[in-house]
């Protein structure tokens, strides 16, 4: 996994299949393992929408095809996270998530730096409380 300064972190991690993955896996731990509790319940019992609005999102927040502007208009994240609280402890879960995640996939090096950085500003920005 290369990542330099010509290329998007949407081709540097592999895709539309790997990016999909991500969305996944970053679902599958938070419905699997008990230390995201906090945050699974205030999520619907299926996620099967959950999964593909993240996957959209992703493509395009990555540097791919703005699947999630295209289908849905604007994301407006912070605006659409206000009915639920989220303060330290849902922002850690959720980032400690996502971690899992790339660690399944095996992002690491310069793009796995990039992303951490990345998903902490916007997952900080999140938190309503
Ligand atoms: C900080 C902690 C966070 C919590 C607790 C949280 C929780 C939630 C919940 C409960 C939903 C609604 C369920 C659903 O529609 O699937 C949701 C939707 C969503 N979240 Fe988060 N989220 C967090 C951070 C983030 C971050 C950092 C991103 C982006 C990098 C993100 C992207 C999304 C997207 C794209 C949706 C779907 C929006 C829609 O179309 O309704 N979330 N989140």
Known sequence: MS????????DAIGGEERVRRLADRFYDHMDLDDAFKIIR???PDDL????????????GWLGGPPL????RGHPRLRMRHAP????????DQWLACMAAALDDLEVAGELRSFL??????VADFMRNR
């Open 41 to 43: 319940e205030l999520h």
């Open 84 to 91: 639920f609280p989220i303060g330290d402890v849902e922002r």
């Open 48 to 59: 099967g929408e959950s999964r593909e609005k993240f996957f959209e999102f992703l493509s």
């Open 116 to 121: 951490d950085a990345r998903f902490q500003q």
């Open 68 to 71: 999630y502007m295209q289908r």
């Open 3 to 10: 990542f330099g300064p010509d290329d998007t972190p949407y």
